[in-house]
Antibody, heavy 114, light 107 residues
Framework: QVKLVQSGAEVKQPGASVKVSCKTS????????VHWVRQAPGQGLEWMGW????????KYEQKFQGRVTMTRDTSITTVYMELSSLTSDDTAVYYC???????WGQGTLVTVSS | DIQMTQSPSSLSASVGDRVTITCRAS??????LNWYQQKPGKAPKRLIY???SLQSGVPSRFSGSGSGTEFTLTISSLQPEDFATYYC?????????FGQGTKVDIK
């Protein structure tokens, strides 16, 4: 069955970077974009962008341009989302999701605190 | 950016009630809209895709309708496991945007 399994919770200091992984299985990795969505505590859902696993092509929400980098490793069917220059506003649960958000990872809590 | 205005932001209902949630898009999005259910501490779960298609495994008491700018999620008879927060998502144009959510709780 389709699974997306994310890396564990992270605590980072302001100004640092975080890299979250999303290991996929149960489908052909190159057939579906993988998206990233985040949710601040008690807030709604915010789309961040996607990566196309075949080419590595990406599209980012303008708000995150210059701070986010999405990559993939096709040999291990895993995608990564790296967010830099973290502030307290980046404290959130980060989700990966396949294609038109039909399957989701379990979420990774990133806490930014000094 | 396309704004998705979801209403109401919260509602209280009883088991067995019929519940309707609306999403209005700031411009036409054809039927490029999904509905999601989210329970505390869990990832969202897709209920409806392309505005009116029921996701496999989702109970038939959930239904979606609409096209263009006005969309509706209906729960025909609310069950205890349906108390959750519901979101719409438009994927017609970038950036993809969610409604702000509707929290359904017990009356």
């Amino acid at each position: 069955q389709v699974k997306l399994v994310q890396s564990g919770a992270e605590v980072k200091q302001p100004g640092a970077s975080v890299k979250v992984s999303c290991k996929t299985s149960g489908y052909t990795f190159t057939d579906h974009h993988v998206h990233w969505v985040r949710q601040a505590p008690g807030q709604g859902l915010e789309w961040m962008g996607w990566i196309q696993p075949t080419s590595g092509g990406t599209k980012y929400e303008q708000k995150f341009q210059g701070r986010v980098t999405m990559t993939r490793d096709t040999s291990i069917t895993t995608v990564y989302m790296e967010l830099s220059s973290l502030t307290s506003d980046d404290t959130a649960v980060y989700y990966c999701a396949r294609s038109v958000f039909d399957f989701w990872g379990q979420g990774t809590l990133v806490t930014v605190s000094s | 950016d396309i704004q998705m205005t979801q209403s109401p932001s919260s509602l209280s209902a009883s088991v067995g009630d019929r519940v309707t949630i609306t999403c209005r898009a700031s411009q036409g999005i054809r039927n490029d809209l999904n509905w999601y259910q989210q329970k505390p501490g869990k990832a969202p779960k897709r209920l409806i895709y392309t505005a009116s298609s029921l996701q496999s495994g989702v109970p038939s008491r959930f239904s979606g309708s609409g096209s263009g700018t006005e969309f509706t999620l209906t729960i025909s008879s609310l069950q205890p496991e349906d108390f959750a927060t519901y979101y719409c998502l438009q994927y017609n144009s970038y950036p993809w945007t969610f409604g702000q959510g509707t929290k359904v709780d017990i009356k």
